[in-house]
């Protein structure tokens, strides 16, 4: 996970970096919210949980490492291009195993998605070898902003996201394909009746899903490192970003993502012992924290609260 | 010739604990369509529940049946948060509890030593024997419970909520009745395991371990027992075959081990892909006059 180093030594200080840890969240927000849209959007056209989405995310991470080291590319077109290929991956991973499974109970395709999500992990595993491995780009200095540490990267990676949401948003909302994929989310079966080629945008919700995947995982890989078994950490905190947000709405997506990020980040800076020293009321204990081994647990305890109280997460409907 | 018999008798008992844990999973996603990605779960408590209450000097025999109660608690919690989610939304969530439980287990070190993990010392009499008689019970008891009253109704529950509720059946009863069942059976694999590999630690309980069952219950056909028992057969032979090939093949065990992943990814996809009712599928019975 991303930013765990940044935060630690905060643990043990008496007062909260507050800039820090809100910083520390929205790059999270940022990295989760960018893979969580992808598999939202194949959610809402295809109406199965894709499993094997996180790991295209960890596949065009390692892609572009391939252009960027192995071929010495320059890192920003070592992005772009593998970006693109991941689209046409995903075109092909639907031509090849989800399209056969298209009048299928919903269980089918996911169970299928789990295999390929573990032939995925392992490929990587068998090809790259289970170590960890780096982007080659120049190391500078953090910067310091409103008392916060922040890399180059950090920055770079909140401007690609915010730019990759806004072009996201306004294709949704004022091209003819994003138009086309609003009426095949809602109902499939007018939106063919309208003439509108559900076959194409499929395979187009295919091409943005894999590549806004493949955005994110590079994204994470730049922030930290990357290794065969990113995937596996990524899973399920997509999966809950996407859950909060609501399976299929898109906007609910980014809401869960910042859920996700600050319950996260604030959940080990936080000093719990306001709450055992009756809020402020005794002084039994000094201080209490969560350790950061359970920044994952924070996650899954956000998902069961938010799926309590809210069994369709919380957006209104299952749409885009 | 002596040891190639032990082995054997190893490979046996392995397959049954598996074939348990296996058998488990289909009665929750085959029989009652409730998609369980925390199956492991079973197979963490119960080992664990099995070292510690060792540790603890109690009887062998009874710190099983401990396991498989504690095991059933589990799966009561696992289903009472099934009451009104859909089957995506409860997969990811028997996911992320299973997960919770291996990180308390990976960070709590009063509890069970950490990541360390626990041995165990004791051995049980006739272990081999046991395995294989549970094994065989568990096929024998599933065999009648699918064919029961009971395995009617929650076969109705996996097509669907609306009638069984139209019949009067209470549905959130039916399903924690077989997340109960699941986990005791569960339970009981778990606690056989941390006898037969004397050792329990969360990397045991890694999330991988369920996608393996899972594959066993996807190949050999969902909601058919025997199926389960073929499909666990396979998928270890598999195993154990693959693990001879590097001295045959000359590959790096790393890369082999995760080559074997990626055959049986891509074999839960096939079968997904030409046949997703696996190799036995499930008999369907008509009642047509």
């Known amino acids: 996970m991303p930013a765990v180093i940044a935060l630690s030594p905060l643990g043990h200080n008496k007062t909260m970096n507050v800039a820090q840890v809100i910083f520390n969240s929205v790059i999270t927000a940022a990295e989760l919210g960018i893979i969580a849209i992808g598999l939202t959007l194949t959610f809402s056209i295809l109406k199965f949980a894709n499993f094997a989405h996180v790991e295209t995310a960890v596949l065009g991470a390692y892609v572009a490492y391939v252009f960027n080291t192995t071929l ?16 046409f991956v995903g075109i092909v991973i639907d031509r090849g195993v989800f399209r056969i499974m298209r009048n299928k109970p919903d269980v089918t395709p996911m169970i299928a998605s789990l295999g390929l999500a573990i032939a995925i992990r392992h490929g990587i595993q068998a090809i790259w070898g289970p170590q960890h491995v780096r982007f080659d780009f120049e190391i500078h200095q953090g910067l310091k902003l409103f008392g916060a540490f ?42 063919q009746a309208c003439s509108i080629d559900t076959e194409k945008v499929v395979r187009f919700v295919w091409f943005i899903g894999t590549g806004f995947a493949a955005l994110g995982g590079i994204l994470f890989a730049w922030d930290t490192q990357l290794d065969p078994y990113l995937g596996f950490n990524l899973v399920i905190p997509v999966f809950c970003v996407v859950l909060i947000g609501g399976i299929g709405s898109v906007y609910g997506a980014i809401v869960g993502a910042l859920i996700v990020g600050f319950a996260q980040n604030l959940g080990v ?6 709450v055992l020293n009756g809020f402020g009321l005794f002084d039994f204990v000094d201080q209490v924290r969560l350790p950061v081994a359970y920044k994952p647990a924070i996650i899954y305890a956000a998902v069961i609260l938010v799926l309590m109280f809210r069994p369709h997460g919380l957006a209104k409907r299952e749409m885009l | 010739m002596e040891q190639l018999l032990g082995f054997f008798l190893y490979l046996i008992t392995v397959t049954c604990i598996f074939a348990m844990l296996a058998m488990s999973l289909d009665l929750q996603v085959g029989s009652c369509g409730l998609v369980n990605f925390g199956q492991v779960v079973f197979l963490c408590v119960g080992a664990y529940t ?9 009887n062998p025999f009874l710190s099983v049946v401990l396991a498989m ?29 299973a997960e919770v439980v291996r990180l308390v287990m990976l960070n709590e070190r009063w509890i069970a030593d950490g990541a360390n993990g626990l041995s165990v010392i004791t051995t049980l009499p006739y272990f081999n024997v046991i395995v294989i ?41 039916f399903k924690m009745e077989t997340m109960a069942i699941g986990g005791a059976i569960g339970g009981l694999a778990g606690a056989l395991y941390a006898f037969l590999n004397s050792y ?79 190799a036995l599928p499930e008999r369907k019975r008509s009642y047509s006059i």
Request: glycine share 10%; with cysteine.
């Open chain 1, 150 to 191: 922040i890399t180059r990267p950090q920055i770079g990676i909140i401007v690609i996201v915010v730019i990759a949401m806004i072009a996201f948003h306004v294709m949704l909302k004022f091209t003819r394909i994003g138009k086309a994929m609003r009426a095949t989310a809602t109902n499939p079966e007018l939106a």
């Open chain 1, 72 to 87: 010495d590319w320059n890192f920003t077109i070592a992005i772009i291009v593998a970006v693109l290929i991941m689209g």
């Open chain 2, 200 to 278: 329990i630690s969360p990397d045991d309980c890694l999330p991988i371990e369920t996608f393996i069952i899972w594959a066993m219950v996807i190949l050999g056909g969902r909601g058919n027992v025997t199926g389960i028992i073929l499909g666990t057969v396979i998928i270890q032979i598999l195993f154990v075959g693959s693990r001879f090939l590097p001295n045959i093949v000359g590959i790096e065990p790393d890369t082999l081990s995760a080559l074997r992943m990626v055959l049986i990814g891509a074999l839960i996809m096939l079968v997904m892909m030409f046949r997703p009712e696996g």
């Open chain 2, 69 to 97: 109660f504690v095991c059933t608690l589990v799966g009561l919690v696992l289903s009472l948060t099934v009451r009104n989610l859909s089957g995506t939304y409860w997969g990811i969530l028997s996911l992320s509890l």
């Open chain 1, 269 to 274: 800076a936080l000093d719990f012992s306001f």
């Open chain 2, 133 to 173: 008689g549970c094994t065989i019970f568990v096929y024998g008891l599933l065999r009648i419970l699918v064919g029961s009253p009971f395995g009617r109704v929650i076969r109705m529950i996996r097509e669907g909520d609306r009638l069984p509720q139209a019949l009067g059946k209470n549905v959130l009863v």
């Open chain 2, 50 to 58: 099995t070292a510690i209450a060792l540790d603890k000097g109690i």
